[in-house]
């Protein structure tokens, strides 16, 4: 400091120090200097990262699944381009050489002895040949879905909503590896359903009619426990006026995908052998079983990410704190003073919360899944019953990444929150009951509701940890007890997003207007 | 940098909170080079003026511009006003030094500016220790070194001598006075006058939002009861007589002592000596800037205590 007597009119002039700029990247900076030269914060966020780990740990160990019933269903064939499936069912065909056309009515559709399968099956399909998995496309009448042109398993085009109790027209051509169907109510008017090519149709095919019936999946949802049961169901289908034009051979009967010898642990028909006859151009089958891909109920990659629904708390009052002990000691005004564009401030604040939440969430998740993986596995949770996930694999890295992100979410709405709130306790108490509440409150509420707080709510983005492939023409369970939420990973993640990012405009509005 | 003429210019400003007027009508401007003092009871509205100069609160009406602009148009606040309101605005957890780094990289000053401001502030060797456990005094220094970081030529100080101790508070006021002489813009807020007695070269007096006085501190006391001088002699009537006759006005306070208002002490003593009148002591008595404040808050003190009555005292 000089102690030269300027005149007191000339006024000061710095020279210690080049003036800055007052760019975004200096905001970080300085945000990201605050949150690092407090040290109990970082413990946070390193408690952020072990609750994650230990719970997600603690699940994995404790994990106890029970079926009641058939749920143990033995090693799946699979079919066309690796996808594990289910390919039983009774078939009654003969051998199609080159192009033609099969057309029949369906007379009668009796489906289940107790309980009605909403996706099973009878009609007419034309196949590779008789062995599980083999190639096919397969025109049918549902119970719940009306009509269906499905191939190759994953494949699902709708028809008419026409109901299982009418008779039904059906014609399926092929014309090399192009399968069109056809259907009709009186056999005389005709709609095409859709056309496929399926590449596998190559050579001489099998041409015939077939009848499916999936088990039937019941669930007792009672407080915190869940008891699944799955029965087998039968159904029979009659068909007359069956005409093959190009076909060639005598008509035989098979239950697809059943194994002479059974152990116990065939992948046959669980219902029993299908049954069918021919009289006088009228043919009867009965059987079980379906046509479709196979699918987990257990979603091994969620189960073993769980710690984060405790380790959100601790990102939460990590995000709320970021901003809220400003508040609390008046530090915020020197912020503020320093960098009088407050919204670029809070922006800058929810990116650097953001990213290191990210950053701690994907070490807990990483970390977690290859920790919780191999318990699982030691405690049962083993192929052929539960998948062998790699780290690799794309839905367990969205999962697994996505939990990152979810955290990441978190962490700004919090400070969003935080920010609007500008008390600790109160933003603390708000997320709490956004997020834990509806977490523990989804395997109580009766199931309508619970489905609507997965969607609704911020929790949505716990979807993102889900792996599983669902298809919209498998009947399935969607239980939040497993994990399931019924948006999918993207939309639920997404809903979180909306959320953050409304949560953090609405407190840049207030803080832009409202005294410091 | 810009051009920057470091006057800070408050011109009507209004403020209400709910019910209550904070701020009715306040105009003053503050010029550089000297320090200068805003003092008012508490309530008065300083603490309030000073955040919307800072743009943290938004006035009714009226405009705070430094420099001839508005806070808000400041592109590197840091480097044009230097500002602590609040000593204690510090995370408790984060290390001194570390709280004036944040504020250096939002402006990309160089580290090595922060180690200089500790120094500056006798912090030099507390900065590697958590706020949390500094003195008061501490924080006051913290805060201030906050204010100097980006070298800024105006810098407003919210009640800075608060809680100091004697060696602070000589310390403090030898420093605003030599940022004031580095040709600074200097405002020191404060709620006692007396704090501000031998620092502040002009007063802005504030009560109830408004500006009651915007003067020197050499006019201030002139307008107060002017200079007296004490007189201890044992020839009392001979002093009183010659006195009175240059035109003093005398008056007995004691056995021997008298009290001589009008001529300076130098005076008196040239008179009594022409004379030859002896006197043991003589002694100036200057009016204190808070004896003149009192005179100009008097009526204005929101919370004023109701004047004790001397028969029920005792």
Redo the contacts between chains.
């Keep these: 400091m000089t102690d030269t007597q300027t005149p007191p009119v000339t006024p000061y002039r710095s020279t210690a120090v080049p003036a800055g700029r007052d760019g975004f990247v200096q905001l970080l900076r300085a945000e990201w200097t605050k949150l690092r030269t407090v040290r109990r914060w970082g413990l946070t966020l390193l408690g952020a990262v072990l609750v994650t780990v230990l719970v997600s740990v603690f699940a994995a160990t404790s994990s106890k699944v029970q079926f009641a019933g058939g749920g143990d269903r033995g090693p799946e064939p699979t079919g066309p381009g690796g996808v594990r499936i289910v390919d039983s069912f009774r078939y009654a065909h003969q051998a199609l050489p080159g192009d033609g056309t099969i057309t029949v009515r369906l007379a009668e559709f009796r489906t289940g002895e107790g309980s009605t399968p909403e996706w099973g099956k009878a009609g007419v399909l034309i196949k590779k040949d008789a062995a599980p998995g083999a190639s096919y496309a397969a025109l049918m009448l549902t119970p719940g879905h009306g009509v269906r042109l499905q191939n190759d398993f994953v494949h699902d085009r709708a028809g008419s909503n026409s109901p299982a109790g009418e008779p039904r027209w059906l014609r399926l051509t092929r014309d090399g590896t192009t399968l069109t169907g056809y259907e009709s109510a009186d056999g005389k008017e005709w709609s095409e359903v859709g056309a496929v090519t399926v590449p596998g149709l190559t050579g001489t095919v099998q041409v015939g009619l077939f009848v499916a019936s999936p088990m039937v999946d019941t669930m007792d949802r009672q407080f915190g426990s869940v008891s699944v049961s799955s029965e087998p169901s039968r159904s029979t289908a009659v068909f007359d006026d069956v005409t093959v034009d190009g076909g060639s051979g005598d008509w035989r009967h098979t239950d697809v995908g059943e194994q002479p010898g059974g152990d116990g642990q065939s992948s046959g028909p669980v219902g029993g052998e299908g049954e069918s006859s021919e009289s006088g151009g009228r043919f009867t089958l009965t059987g079980s079983g379906d046509i479709a891909p196979a699918q987990y109920n257990t979603d091994l990659a969620a189960m073993s990410l769980s710690g984060t629904q405790l380790g959100l708390v601790l990102i939460a009052a990590l995000g709320v704190l970021f901003i809220t002990a400003e508040y609390r000691r008046g530090m915020i005004r020197t912020t503020f003073a320093a960098s009088p564009r407050r919204g670029r401030v809070l922006v800058a604040k929810a990116v650097v919360i953001g990213v290191t939440a990210f950053a701690a969430g994907l070490v807990a998740s990483v970390a977690s899944f290859l920790i919780a993986q191999p318990i699982l596995k030691a405690n049962g949770h083993k192929p052929p019953r539960f998948p062998e996930l790699q780290l690799t694999d794309g839905p367990v890295l969205r999962a697994v990444l996505g939990s990152a992100v979810l955290l990441a979410l978190i962490a700004v709405l919090a400070l969003g929150l935080g920010a609007l709130l500008r008390r600790t306790a109160g933003a603390v108490a708000t997320v709490v009951v956004l997020f834990v509440a509806p977490l523990v409150l989804v395997t109580t509420l009766p199931i309508g509701f619970a489905q609507f707080l997965q969607q609704f709510t911020p929790l949505a983005g716990f979807a993102v940890q889900e792996t599983l492939t669902r298809y919209d023409h498998v009947a399935t369970l969607c239980l939040p007890e497993e994990g399931c939420y019924p948006q999918g990973p993207w939309i639920g993640i997404g809903t979180l997003l909306l959320y953050a990012v409304a949560v953090l405009g609405l407190a840049v509005w207030r803080v832009r207007r409202r005294d410091v | 940098?810009d051009s920057?003429?470091?006057?800070v210019q408050v011109r009507g400003l209004r403020k209400r909170f709910g019910s209550v007027t904070a701020l009715d009508g306040l105009s003053f401007t503050v010029t550089?080079?000297?320090v200068t003092g805003f003092v008012g009871p508490n309530g008065a509205g300083k603490s309030t003026t000073m955040?919307i100069m800072?743009?943290?609160?938004?006035a009714d009406a009226g405009e705070a511009l430094i420099g001839g602009r508005a806070?808000?148009a400041?592109?590197?606040?840091?480097?044009e006003?230097g500002?602590m309101?609040?000593a204690?605005?510090?995370?408790?957890?984060?290390?001194g030094r570390?709280?004036l780094?944040?504020?250096a990289?939002?402006?990309?000053?160089?580290v090595r500016?922060v180690d200089?401001v500790l120094e500056?502030v006798g912090l030099a060797s507390a900065g590697r220790r958590r706020a949390g456990g500094y003195s008061l005094g501490m924080r006051q220094r913290l805060g201030i070194a906050?204010a100097l970081?980006?070298?800024?030529?105006v810098l407003l100080f919210d009640e800075p001598v608060n809680g100091l101790d004697p060696e602070g508070i000589r310390w403090i006021r030898g420093f605003l006075r030599?940022l004031?002489?580095?040709?600074?813009?200097v405002l020191v807020s404060s709620h006692l006058m007396s704090e501000l007695e031998d620092s502040a070269d002009h007063l802005v007096v504030v009560g109830r939002g408004r500006v009651i006085a915007d003067t020197s501190v050499r006019e201030l006391l002139a307008t107060a009861s002017g200079d007296r001088v004490s007189l201890r002699t044992d020839a009392r009537t001979e002093a009183m007589t010659v006195l009175a006759a240059a035109g003093a006005t005398v008056a007995s306070t004691g056995r021997d002592t008298l009290t001589v208002s009008g001529p300076s002490a130098e005076k008196v003593v040239q008179l009594l000596s022409g004379a030859g009148v002896p006197f043991s002591e003589i002694s100036a008595h200057r009016a204190t800037l808070e004896e003149a404040y009192m005179e100009l808050t008097g009526d204005v003190l929101e919370f004023a205590a109701a004047p004790v009555d001397e028969e029920d005292a005792r």
């Excluded at chain 2, 800072?54 to 938004?58: F, M, Q, R």
């Design positions: 940098m920057i003429d470091g006057t550089p080079g000297q955040r800072l743009g943290l609160d938004s806070y808000h400041l592109r590197t606040p840091l480097h006003v500002a309101l609040d204690s605005a510090v995370h408790p957890s984060r290390r570390d709280h780094l944040w504020l990289h939002s402006h990309r000053i160089p500016r200089e500056q906050s970081l980006g070298d800024p030529p030599s004031a002489r580095e040709g600074r813009t």
